[in-house]
């Protein structure tokens, strides 16, 4: 397993977290397995979010000895009524089922407590009054009942105004290939890495549509983060591919598939030993036609380089760099074996790019601005 940083939290989590959303109708010794063995796999971040008590009840025994070793979230917002999920902004019930969540998850703190599916202007201007949901997390931040506070939604517009807000460390988003052209997604992420805040991907999959067999199918707004798509499938995608896509773009920090059993657990962890033949999802990203036409996608078609440039990375880091020079992007690029200015202009690269990038450009910028 691989693990990175989680923006200003300083969180070092693993690259592939777990979604428990498709464990919860399962038995708890199911979970338990589940759980347990992603954790001796190496994932630490797992996504809470049901309400219901018997589902919390489960994750907090399956939890149970494992709390030093895994970081769990909480969502403000999510409530249940008669068994029934229920999305809502009254405090006494977001606070209720906060403190509910602490006490079946058998724990005095989490360690991201997320502001729960915000997408439309007028929730957002509720999530965010000072007597409003963010005032809650404020406080049980400072009470040490929640160590970060981080907040998910679908949208560019309310996502972009959480991440301006420096009120939160962690977005949580939807990220996958079906939405790889919204626009302002991209400066969306460039954004959360300007401001330290770090990205935890959701919907790696699309909610599942990208690994259904050749066919039409339609990808809803909530699971591309911006627009709904109809998608014409007639190669099959992975699970590496999914994964590959979405850890590729930049900013994002831990992508958390839904995974219903060990074997769905093992197809995602794939990834962590996948050829780049494996990881390859340059083909599905043109059959979608969800490109911008010289915008690099971090696929690496373009290689293999004789220089043994990194390409996609070095592109990812010169796109950070322009937007913020910082010094985790500097000592990023300092680290690469080989870099921008070894570029030696031969165009193997353009050639093989299926996206029209000018790769030899992009590297000249590198090499000037990296100086």
Same mark, same amino acid.
């Given at each position: 397993m691989h693990y990175r940083t989680l923006g200003r939290t300083g969180l070092n989590v693993s690259?592939?977290?777990?979604?428990?959303?498709?464990?919860?109708?399962?038995?708890?010794?199911?979970?338990?397995?589940?759980?347990?063995e992603a954790i001796a796999r190496g994932i630490n971040y797992f996504d809470l979010i049901w309400p219901h008590p018997d589902i919390r009840d489960n994750m907090g025994a399956a939890f149970k000895g494992y709390r030093d070793q895994v970081f769990l979230t909480a969502h403000l917002g999510a409530t249940s009524k008669d068994r029934q999920y229920k999305k809502t902004r009254v405090l006494a019930a977001n606070e209720t089922f906060f403190y509910d969540a602490l006490e079946r998850y058998q724990t005095e703190y989490v360690d991201v407590l997320i502001l729960h599916n915000c997408d439309s202007q007028s929730d957002f201007d509720k999530m965010f009054r000072e007597k409003g949901p963010l005032g809650l997390a404020l406080r049980l931040k400072k009470e040490g009942k929640a160590r970060f506070i981080g907040f998910s939604g679908h949208t560019v517009d309310t996502a972009l105004q959480a991440v301006e807000s420096e009120?939160?460390?962690?977005?949580?988003?939807?990220?996958?290939?079906?939405?790889? %052209? +919204?626009? #302002?997604?991209?400066?969306?992420?460039?954004?959360?890495?300007?401001?330290?805040?770090?990205?935890?991907?959701?919907?790696p999959y699309g909610g599942g549509k990208l690994l259904q067999g050749p066919r039409t199918v339609r990808v809803a707004r909530y699971q591309t983060g911006g627009e709904a798509f109809k998608i014409n499938k007639t190669v099959p995608i992975t699970p590496?591919?999914?994964?590959?896509?979405?850890?590729?773009?930049?900013?994002?920090?831990? %992508? +958390?598939? #839904?995974?219903?059993d060990v074997a769905q657990l093992n197809a995602a962890l794939a990834y962590e030993t996948a050829t780049d033949e494996e990881k390859d999802f340059s083909e599905i990203i043109t059959e979608f036609d969800q490109y911008i036409a010289g915008e690099c996608v971090y696929c690496n078609h373009c290689l293999p380089c004789p220089s043994n440039i990194d390409i996609g990375e070095t592109i990812r880091l010169l796109e950070m760099a322009q937007q913020e020079m910082t010094a985790q992007v500097r000592a990023a690029y300092m680290a690469l074996s080989t870099n921008a200015s070894d570029c030696i202009q031969c165009g193997a690269c353009e050639q093989r790019c299926p996206f029209g990038v000018q790769v030899m450009t992009k590297m000249q910028e590198a090499a000037g601005l990296f100086i």
């Open positions: 690259e592939i977290g777990l979604g428990t959303e498709y464990l919860v109708k399962m038995p708890r010794e199911h979970v338990a397995d589940v759980i347990h009120l939160i460390d962690v977005l949580m988003f939807p990220i996958n290939m079906t939405g790889n %052209a +919204i626009l #302002g997604k991209k400066d969306l992420l460039k954004t959360c890495m300007a401001r330290g805040v770090g990205v935890v991907a959701m919907k590496v591919q999914c994964l590959a896509y979405t850890l590729s773009q930049v900013g994002v920090c831990v %992508a +958390i598939p #839904g995974c219903a």
